[in-house]
């Protein structure tokens, strides 16, 4: 599998994931309709579909290739309304319930045996600007490239930091934490979110929705909160985020979010991995560490280039790197990054850098991406990788293994900058001081070899960290939006390093207690869901 058509599987990390079991959308007035105070168009849905309806595969097969859901139905709805009926029928049939918004979810929360009702955000995909607010509001169906960047781009010339793969959905990416390749520049999606909109369970089962605010004087902030890196499936049904930068004023909306770039200069090259001893290899890596931590504090000229190297199993003959740099230094910036890479290395092969409109590379894609059956595992790095680090990941790489894996590595991505210019705190988003943030993949198409490479990336990540318990050092962490169910499997995560640790760090407590107030029935729940205070 190429490079980029990883990117498209992760970023979005996406391929963003994100898609998590968390539901967001609400019937609005479009873009054009709200900015002239028109009517709105009537919302699609709801539209419930069973298994003897002709809808019925196409959507219990929105999500990861591997998962395919079986509900009594799926509720395609197109207003906060229509969720808030969706939810209620689900509540009192006594059906356990899941929301898929772009698709895109790494595990089974949605596609899981256990759901018998999905509720479909497909029909809740408005961006407009909310002038009652002050703030850009969109629908948590809405899809990262033709929804998000395109209308924001289009309409006003502004953007957000979210991720790369263009159909990722809103909905779990954003109250994921929403890192992309502008977050060294202009920090995590959830730093820009405003206001929430919320459709929630109460103690008796009573359906209502809930607006929450940044405003610490809210009586709803506490929910706010949770949606600033608390991660999808765990609180209610996000049906509208309303996105504002912190601390903006005025009511032009061409200045109310991060102005997007005139151009990218995207690159990517690569090097033979057939003859590459570990002494290269080891000195690559360290390399583009390197580089990485010399250039990440808040503001810093270099946090003006995304990059990312992944190292592929031997016999996929490469490693790569891509990236985008942006600015009037970006060819400066990326003649800097690849010398600085090559060194001890040599002069990387198939270089490639063109300059690009930024709408146009930001709905690239690979069209000629299929759905590969995936496990995908993450972590951060506060500084590179140690030596034994470096040995394992070599090692591992190197050996042969089954001929049906299509996609083995790991790639390091540029973190830091803006992201870490916040307190850890002032969001659930809790890792605020790493500088790498890594994506282990194991990709193949025939499920009959599942158990096959699931062993792969199980022994991968654990000879990494073989010094920490087989996870990552829980300074490190790992990303929500990659979720990984073997973290809270005991069976495999021997560590005692709870999965809820690796996670979201200390913010946990506050988290267990949100989600206590907010889900009381616990009607929000999967493998890796908050759980409520012991």
């Known amino acids: 599998m190429s490079g980029l058509n990883r990117r498209t599987m992760l970023r979005g990390a996406g391929l963003t994931v994100a898609g998590l079991a968390t539901a967001q959308g609400i019937g609005a007035p479009s873009a054009v ?7 709105c168009v009537p919302p699609l849905g709801p539209v419930v579909v069973g298994p003897e309806d002709l809808r019925y595969q196409d959507l219990v097969r929105r999500g990861h290739k591997r998962y395919v859901a079986k509900p ?40 899981n045996p256990a759901v018998r009702a999905i509720i479909d ?28 960047y395109r209308r924001l781009f289009l309409g006003w010339g502004v953007t957000i930091p979210a991720g790369w793969c263009p159909r990722v959905g809103v909905g779990g990416h954003i109250c994921g934490g929403g890192y992309g390749v502008l977050s060294r520049i202009h920090g995590l999606t959830v730093d820009y979110v405003e206001a929430v909109e919320v459709v929630v369970v109460g103690k008796s089962g009573e359906v209502r929705t809930v607006v929450a605010t940044r405003d610490e004087a809210d009586p709803h902030h506490d929910l706010w909160w949770a949606h600033t890196g608390g991660a999808g499936g765990n609180f209610g049904i996000v049906t509208k985020y309303w996105l504002k930068t912190p601390g903006a004023t005025g ?3 061409t200045r109310l979010l991060p102005r997007a770039p005139e151009s990218t200069l995207d690159f990517s090259c690569e090097w033979p991995s057939e003859g590459m001893d ?22 810093a000229p270099g946090t003006q280039l995304y990059c990312e190297l992944i190292l592929h199993t031997r016999d996929a003959g490469r490693h790569l790197t891509l990236g985008q740099a942006f600015g009037p230094n970006a060819e400066h910036l990326l003649d800097d ?43 951060y790095l506060r500084a590179g990788f140690t030596a034994n680090q470096i040995r394992a990941i070599y090692r591992q790489l190197a050996a042969p ?41 194991s990709a193949w198409d025939d499920p009959a070899k599942d158990a096959i490479h699931d062993a792969w990336i199980r022994e991968f990540y654990r000879n990494v960290y073989a010094e920490t318990g087989g996870v990552p050092d829980p300074r490190d962490g790992a990303y929500i939006n990659y979720p990984d169910n073997d973290l809270a499997d005991p069976a495999i995560n021997t560590s005692g390093i709870p999965w809820s640790t690796l996670y979201y760090k200390g913010n946990y407590p506050r988290l267990q207690k949100i989600k206590a107030r907010w889900d009381p029935r616990d009607v929000f729940n999967h493998a890796l869901a908050i759980r409520p205070p012991a």
């Open 251 to 253: 009511t032009d909306p």
């Open 121 to 148: 955000l497909s029909g809740m995909r408005q961006v407009y600007f909310d002038r009652q607010r002050g703030a850009f509001a969109i629908e948590g169906g809405a899809l990262l490239g033709d929804d998000v």
């Open 33 to 39: 309709t709200a900015e002239a105070g028109g009517e």
């Open 401 to 441: 293994h089954d001929g049906s894996l299509l996609n083995g590595s790991v790639g390091l991505a540029s973190y830091g900058g803006r992201i870490n210019a916040v307190d850890p705190a002032a969001t659930a988003f809790a890792t605020r001081d790493a500088v790498i943030k890594l994506t282990y993949v």
């Open 337 to 379: 990054y690849l010398a600085k890479l090559s060194e001890g290395v040599g002069t990387p092969k198939n270089l490639v850098r063109a300059r690009k409109p930024y709408l146009a590379t930001a709905l690239a894609g690979s069209p000629d991406s299929k759905p590969f059956r995936l496990r995908a595992k993450s972590g």
């Open 278 to 299: 570990e002494k290269t290899f080891a000195r690559l890596m360290d390399n583009h560490s390197r580089w990485i931590e010399a250039n990440s504090a808040p503001g």
């Open 72 to 111: 009594d139905y799926v509720c395609v709805v197109g207003s906060a309304e229509q969720v808030e009926q969706a939810l209620r029928d689900a509540v009192r049939a006594g059906k356990k319930v899941a929301v898929r918004s772009g698709g895109h979810c790494l595990s089974d929360f949605v596609d």
